[in-house]
């Protein structure tokens, strides 16, 4: 019995031994990265947030920002995020109060490269500035934004994200 | 709540895990030569990926999300789905000494196939419940299947094509995925 | 021959064309050659560090429960690398996506683990995997620029270009999983037509 006891820790301590390292060994890395890695994410955020509305500062609410000139209020601004063809995009966008958007920034997205990629180009993006959120849609689904050739489902996958959130977010301010 | 018949449709057909994601192409190849060890292959990869997606989806969600612990994933999934297979495996051979014959073999090839690993992280990326993330799992044994199936029917009939001799074998595998893989990708036009 | 260890895994043991073992990245992340560059280093880092640990530990390893611990070993500095590349490379990150933690399942590295690191010496296991993680860079980054060559219709590496814009309608199918297999067909069919070639003489 004793014989047994003896040969089983001897397989196991050594697999825990190589366990308990590797946590301590990943937990320092973490702790070495966690900081970066966070000011890389907000980095991120203040940039697109920084190209919806120029100039303006930002006040974080629940779950949007209040985008502010000289002390007056000019807009929102709201990640939205949703299912892409690749992966998730990650949008951020700016709305005024009256229901237009004011600009759309991706911050993230994992679409196919060479064609859902090009969603993220300003060619494509600059179609929204100064729509009405119910126009965000397809031309082909009755909007007044145009596809990218070849990649009509990264395209159909952002408008819908950005119009689902803006209404969502403009009856929350409302 | 998600649609889950979209995560359904979405795993089997339109982001098939093979022909799309890229995911489980070493056993696609090494075991697509003869269709019953396709099936065989298909019906283990079915049945871990659907447990091992609900096993991690509770450890990802209850245990390391709520201590911040997020970065420990990759080593805890892969400890979780190498253990469970060996455990299946042990277990099987114990009680189900048929069933063992048939799956066993390809039980052991299961814990590097990445397609395991692949859709237990994809649930976490995606941020799907346990219901959506069983779903999943489960749809995406049943594309792997499909494209495997697929695959190896294909081969044997190569085996009496005259194929040019710098073709045999492999690359011609590989020309008939590209075939495949392209009609796969009209399945990307639905809308859902 | 110490230098064989570090040549054979570049050329004669190719770990993508001869011994097939590490395709799903290759295929998924040769859409473009920096992010096949990208997961080349990776993979290095990864390769090396594993099997120089692992064949230093061997003799204290127990046979019984050698896997898990190639795992665990294996997941750690992965995780370490995914760690440092979000920190550090945060746009590569993004498009390596989850093929970055998936180098875990790549079967190179617990390959070369198995049959190589838990049996030869530490400088040995070294060459094996420098030469090997070669050979996977050699291949994956060729796959890339085949890819990208054909689907943009010009050579360029980051955002220097070598040769500008020599077609206006380039094939966008080479970027999708389709141009993937084709590639890698058409490469290995090469290079087996070279052997058939070789052998008849």
């Not at chain 2, 697509?32 to 096993?55: E, N, Y």
């Not at chain 3, 001869?18 to 920096?34: E, F, I, K, N, Q």
């Not at chain 3, 050979?135 to 360029?156: D, N, P, Q, W, Y």
Request: charged share 15%.
């Amino acid at each position: 019995m004793r014989e047994e006891v003896k040969r089983i820790l001897g397989i196991a301590i050594p697999l825990i031994i190589i366990c308990i390292i590797s946590g301590a060994a990943l937990t320092a890395t973490y702790g070495l990265t966690e900081e970066r890695i966070e000011a890389v994410e907000q980095q991120k955020i203040n940039e697109s947030l920084s190209t919806i509305f120029l100039g303006a500062s930002f006040t974080e609410m629940d779950d949007y920002y209040i985008a502010t000139v000289s002390g007056e209020e000019i807009g929102y601004a709201f990640i939205a995020e949703g299912t892409g063809y690749g992966g998730t995009i990650r949008t951020m966008v700016g709305m005024y109060p009256n229901g237009t958007i004011s600009g759309v920034s991706i911050i993230s997205q994992s679409e196919t490269p060479g064609l859902g990629t090009r969603i993220a180009e300003p060619d494509f993006t600059n179609q929204f500035s100064g729509k009405r959120i119910e126009g965000v849609r397809l031309r082909r689904d009755g909007g007044v934004i145009d596809a990218i050739t070849g990649a009509t489902i990264s395209s159909r996958a952002i408008t819908d994200i950005v119009r689902e959130r803006a209404e969502v977010v403009m009856n929350e301010t409302r | 709540m998600e649609n889950l018949l979209v995560i359904a449709v979405g795993a089997i057909f339109v982001n098939n895990i093979v022909l799309s994601r890229f995911l489980g192409l070493c056993p696609f190849f090494g075991v697509s030569k003869k269709t019953s060890s396709a099936l065989g292959m298909g019906s283990a990869v079915i049945f871990v990926m659907t447990c091992a997606s609900a096993i991690t989806w509770p450890i990802y969600t209850y245990l390391l999300l709520p201590f911040n612990l997020e970065f420990m994933r990759t080593v805890t999934f892969i400890v979780v789905i190498a253990t469970f297979v060996q455990l299946i495996e042990m277990v099987i051979r114990k009680y189900k000494p048929g069933l063992y014959k048939a799956l066993g073999i390809y039980l052991p090839l299961i814990t590097t196939n990445c397609a395991i690993m692949g859709v237990a992280l994809l649930n976490a990326e995606e941020g799907y419940s346990l219901i959506g993330s069983v779903v999943n799992g489960f749809s995406a044994g049943i594309g792997f299947t499909l494209a495997l199936l697929l695959m190896s029917g294909i081969r044997e009939r190569l085996e009496f094509a005259d194929v040019p001799k710098s073709f045999q074998d492999l690359p011609i595998a590989f020309v008939s995925a590209a075939l495949l893989a392209l009609a796969f990708m009209a399945f990307s036009g639905m809308r859902l | 021959m110490k230098l064989d260890e570090l040549t054979k895994g570049v050329f004669k043991q190719n770990p993508i064309f001869y011994l097939v073992l590490g395709l799903c990245p290759t295929l998924a992340v040769s859409t473009r050659v920096d992010n096949a560059l990208g997961m080349s280093l990776g993979v290095f880092f990864v390769l090396v560090c594993s099997n120089v640990i692992i064949s230093l530990f061997k003799h204290r390893i127990p046979p019984q429960v050698r896997i898990p611990c190639f795992i665990v070993i294996i997941a750690s500095f992965v995780t370490i690398v995914d760690l440092f590349m979000h920190g550090y490379a945060p746009e590569l990150h993004e498009r390596l996506g989850i093929y970055l933690p998936l180098i875990v399942v790549n079967c190179i590295i617990l390959g070369r683990a198995e049959a190589f690191a838990s049996k030869k010496s530490v400088f040995d296991s070294f060459l094996d995997a420098v030469g090997m993680s070669i050979g996977f860079m050699l291949a994956i980054v060729g796959i890339a620029l085949c890819r990208e060559t054909l689907s943009s219709g010009k050579i360029a590496i980051f955002d220097y270009t070598i040769v500008p814009t020599f077609t206006q309608s380039p094939s966008v199918m080479m970027t999708l999983p389709p141009g993937a297999f084709l590639t890698i067909a058409v490469i290995m069919a090469m290079i087996k037509y070279k052997a058939i070639r070789k052998e008849g003489r």
